[in-house]
């Protein structure tokens, strides 16, 4: 309370920077937290696939061979369980409509769907509230579904036994059971799932079904997970899989091919794993690694502010330390007086920081992506953090100035010839010179982030993503695929015909969204087996045009010569030296090969390459061709002024034409950019904690600079009376910390170089580390200091110079 201004930068400086670590924390273990809630998830491993041609990696995926799983148990004693999951769902439009019920059927389109052999339910732990994880996915027609999903259906009734009619494009009609009610799954998951219905509803579907489903070796469209016998040399096992896919995939040597199975920690897979075919959006290991810097940055910032205005302090302090050992004290009594000062101001530190913790944290959810249910304070690593910071702090952060204040010497302090010690300046100022380093660096992190960013939205893509209106192609449709292609064209004729419409067009792909379908091309006159894979989409004539692409070479899809249907091609620029020609113009009206599709197309045209993902990839290989009616994709470009009366109308034409299917629409711009989440939540928390050290750094710097001022008041003084200025005082008063905030950041620069450098190299395509910012960074921590040591270096300078003489 004598203090005032002392203690509230302490205890205040103190409770934002534990509250600022321990919210980075909670972010950094919750990150870290996927699919640790799974039993034995220590053991448990998915097979990921990565495809070589001619020694070259031209594919690497998430999923795998669905006979995999099979064979590794049969194959490795170490393997003792599998499970696999057919990502059809993930892909496909599927609507599941419950008909029994009173009143009109309950439908809704399924996103989070997948078939699941019969064990992934006690393999994966899942909690079942009604029936049996071993056998609920025995049978055929077996459908086990989520808590929440099923109240979306039933209500209150009891679901057991119930049939749900799952329809979709390409088998429409399956009549499933319900055998089984799982609580929905915790948000920190890589793979979440309302839907699973067994495998073996599959295996009926026709001729060679159960080769395809379970044990083949052809389509590679599941999710394998494995798990490993306690103490497995995962490494060791990982060498023996080129043998067993020698024995299962003979024909790969002979087409010079590879395949690598890798097994993926589950635990990992959340923030190490970005492959294609991936079930949900992952998030990444990089800025896990850079907030917990950070973390640590705000509360040693914190702790060096405490270290600094004690030890500072020190001249204030000097005669109560003699008159006490005059008086009797002990210097061990004295540390113990020092330290329990440090320790009150590091208990009140920490119950203001759990209340500032209390009102941030719905905000630091919106910010940080995490979700709402997820409570920080049950939290173990939380818990014990705070009172690891506590003890630590307590002891860190009032040992040294308890020792350096309870030696002082009566003699000295009395007398009033008590001067700081050199070994305490030094101390200090090599204090300050981390914290200036600190925020320096995090200055130039903050901006290379920002610019990192802002490069990424507004790159050129090759297309254009504004405006344009997406809708996924109708689950519920004809059967009859003449009937269905005349739908496909009704629906788009109908919408151009509309003013607020300026384009639509159809296709098997949309950015942001890995492409399904790789085709093994070649050149036509290169010998067969010389592949390479490629992206292999189907669009409609209007697709270039309506996604703004550049022809380089040849020409564009046209309604003007009927025999491109299914006979034509457009290739990208990248494809080009993959199907041997150096120029755009020498491949027009040359053949080129999909074997897998056994298809032979013309190439009537070259685009100029476009990234149909983020930038942290390549721009991909691709072959258009041209299938009016591989609508996976309606891509709408829509009036920019007109946007409401636009989706009105799609939504209308819809209803009218697809009858009997929810209508759901996004636009491009906005699930383009969502590959960015990871990115963009970095960028922010990023920025708010940079910001918050540097806040916290200049509290202690404005304690500092005022205990800085006081001591030389009365050099103030006299220097006033010879004619010194307020100008002339304040730069007296500050040149000390300029020098030290630009040998700071002589500290500071190659190391958040060397750190920035690392992170845009994650990116294929990134701007380049802007030295001018690292000046501007500079700078902008000189003005700060200033701004925060002339309160005090002003207010000292202005100060009549009689009373400044005064004052000891």
Same mark, same amino acid.
């Given at each position: 309370m004598k203090n005032k201004t002392y203690s509230f930068i302490n205890i205040s400086g103190l409770a934002i920077g534990l509250a600022g670590a321990l919210l980075i924390l909670h972010y950094v273990t919750f990150e870290l937290s996927y699919d640790n809630f799974q039993k034995d998830s220590e053991n448990i491993y998915r097979v990921s696939l990565d495809i070589f041609q001619n020694n070259e990696e031209v594919f690497n995926s998430a999923e795998n061979y669905p006979g995999v799983g099979p064979a590794m148990v049969q194959e490795f004693p170490e393997v003792i369980e599998w499970a696999h999951l057919y990502n059809m769902g993930y892909k496909n439009n599927v609507v599941i409509t419950y008909e029994e019920g009173a009143g009109q059927p309950i439908k809704f389109k399924q996103r989070k769907f997948l078939y699941a052999s019969p064990n992934f339910l006690s393999l994966f732990s899942n909690q079942m509230l009604l029936g049996d994880a071993k056998t609920a996915l025995v049978e055929p027609f077996s459908i086990v579904i989520s808590e929440s999903t099923a109240k979306k259906y039933f209500g209150d009734e009891d679901p057991m036994g119930k049939h749900l009619r799952l329809k979709d494009d390409d088998y429409n009609d399956e009549n499933c059971i319900v055998t089984g009610v799982y609580k929905d799954l915790p948000p920190n998951t890589h793979l979440k799932y309302d839907v699973l219905i067994s495998t073996a509803t599959l295996y009926g579907r026709f001729d060679g079904a159960v080769t395809r489903y379970k044990t083949g070796w052809g389509r590679k469209d599941? /999710?394998? /997970?494995?798990?490993?016998? *306690?103490?497995?040399?995962?490494?060791?096992?990982?060498?023996?899989?080129?043998? #067993?896919?020698? !024995?299962?995939?003979? $024909?790969?040597? *002979?087409? $010079?091919?590879?395949?690598?199975?890798? +097994?993926?920690?589950?635990?990992?897979? &959340?923030?190490?794993? &970005? +492959?294609?075919? %991936?079930? *949900? @959006?992952?998030?990444?290991? $990089?800025?896990?690694? /850079? +907030? =917990?810097?950070?973390?640590?940055?705000?509360? @040693?910032?914190?702790?060096?502010? /405490?270290?600094?205005?004690?030890?500072?302090?020190?001249?204030?302090?000097?005669? %109560?330390?003699?008159?006490? !050992?005059?008086?009797?004290? @002990?210097? =061990?009594?004295?540390?113990?007086?020092? #330290?329990? *000062?440090?320790?009150?101001?590091?208990?009140?530190?920490?119950?203001?920081?759990v209340v500032i913790i209390a009102l941030t944290l719905p905000s630091f959810h919106s910010l940080s992506g995490i979700p709402a249910e997820v409570k920080i304070w049950q939290n173990e690593m939380i818990l014990w953090s705070l009172i690891a910071a506590f003890l630590i702090g307590s002891f860190a952060s009032g040992i040294y100035p308890a020792l350096v204040l309870s030696s002082f010497k009566p003699v000295s302090t009395l007398t009033g010839k008590f001067r700081n010690s050199g070994t305490g300046v030094v101390l200090r100022k090599a204090l300050v010179i981390f914290q200036f380093a600190a925020s320096t660096a995090l200055i130039i992190g903050t901006f290379t982030v920002y610019r990192q960013m802002q490069y990424v939205k507004n790159a050129e893509l090759g297309f254009e993503m504004d405006q344009i209106v997406v809708v996924e192609r109708p689950a519920i449709s004809s059967a009859d695929p003449e009937l269905r292609n005349q739908q496909v064209v009704a629906f788009s004729n109908e919408l151009r015909s509309n003013s607020n419409i300026k384009e639509v067009t159809s296709s098997g792909i949309v950015p942001g969204k890995k492409i399904r379908f790789k085709a093994d091309v070649r050149a036509y006159n290169q010998p067969a087996g010389q592949t390479y894979p490629l992206n292999f989409v189907g669009a409609d004539f209007e697709f270039i045009q309506t996604m703004g692409m550049q022809v380089i070479a040849g020409r564009d899809f046209s309604r003007d010569f009927p025999n491109d249907l299914d006979t034509a091609a457009l290739v990208t620029r990248s494809a080009l030296r993959q199907l041997g020609y150096e120029s755009p113009e020498d491949i027009i009206g040359q053949a080129i090969v999909a074997e897998n599709f056994d298809a032979t197309v013309v190439v009537i045209g070259v685009v100029e390459d476009y990234n149909h993902e983020s930038l942290r990839e390549k721009a991909i290989p691709s072959v258009f061709i041209l299938q009016p009616f591989w609508a996976e994709y309606f891509l709408i470009k829509v009036q920019e002024q007109n946007i409401s009366p636009a989706l009105a109308a799609i939504e209308s034409q819809w209803g009218s034409t697809f009858p009997g299917n929810p209508f759901e629409y996004f636009f491009l711009d906005e699930f383009f950019n969502q590959q960015y989440k990871s990115e963009d939540q970095f960028q922010s928390l990023f920025s708010v904690f940079a910001v918050l050290a540097i806040f916290i750094g200049c509290m202690g710097l404005f304690g500092l600079s005022a205990f800085t001022a006081m001591k030389r008041t009365k050099e103030i003084g006299v220097r006033k009376v010879l004619g010194a200025t307020v100008p002339g005082l304040f730069f007296l008063l500050s040149k000390e910390f300029v020098v030290l905030i630009l040998i700071s950041s002589l500290i500071a620069w190659p190391l958040i170089y060397l750190a920035m450098d690392s992170w845009l190299q994650g990116f294929e395509y990134h701007t380049s580390i802007n030295l001018l910012v690292f000046v501007l960074a500079t700078l902008l921590i000189i003005g700060i200091a200033l701004i925060t040591v002339s309160f005090q270096t002003v207010k000292s300078a202005r100060l009549n110079p009689v009373d400044s003489l005064r004052y000891e």
């Open positions: 599941f /999710y394998t /997970y494995i798990k490993v016998a *306690e103490g497995t040399n995962v490494n060791a096992l990982q060498a023996k899989f080129p043998q #067993m896919i020698d !024995k299962y995939k003979p $024909e790969l040597k *002979e087409n $010079e091919g590879k395949n690598v199975f890798t +097994l993926q920690p589950l635990q990992r897979i &959340h923030l190490d794993s &970005h +492959l294609s075919d %991936e079930a *949900e @959006l992952n998030g990444s290991g $990089e800025p896990i690694t /850079y +907030l =917990s810097i950070i973390a640590i940055f705000i509360i @040693l910032i914190a702790w060096v502010n /405490y270290i600094n205005l004690a030890t500072s302090r020190s001249l204030d302090r000097a005669k %109560e330390v003699g008159i006490r !050992k005059v008086l009797g004290s @002990l210097r =061990s009594q004295l540390i113990r007086q020092f #330290m329990f *000062e440090s320790f009150v101001i590091n208990l009140l530190a920490v119950v203001l920081a």
